[in-house]
């Protein structure tokens, strides 16, 4: 005879408030980079382009340069 016990299962025994901080802590991770992609973005938009050439950057290069930063694309 077979039968199984309810409750028991790693997936039951994870809690709501366990499951909710995850998500909060996944939300502030996730934010916490884009802040990183955002500043990088505005700090490189605003030097000119002889500063840019200076550190071996164009301006078609900025997106990628903050994606990198941020999200090790």
């Known amino acids: ?18 499951r909710i901080a995850a998500r909060i802590e996944t939300a502030r991770a996730d934010y916490a ?9 505005n700090e490189l938009s605003a030097l000119s382009n002889r500063d840019l050439a ?8 900025i997106h990628g340069v903050a ?3 941020a999200y090790g694309v």
């Open 1 to 18: 005879m077979a039968y199984t016990t309810y409750g028991n299962s790693a997936a039951a025994s994870i809690s709501l408030r366990d």
């Open 33 to 41: 980079k884009w802040r990183v992609y955002r500043r990088t973005i």
């Open 54 to 61: 200076d550190l071996g950057l164009s301006r078609s290069m």
């Open 67 to 69: 994606l990198e930063a």
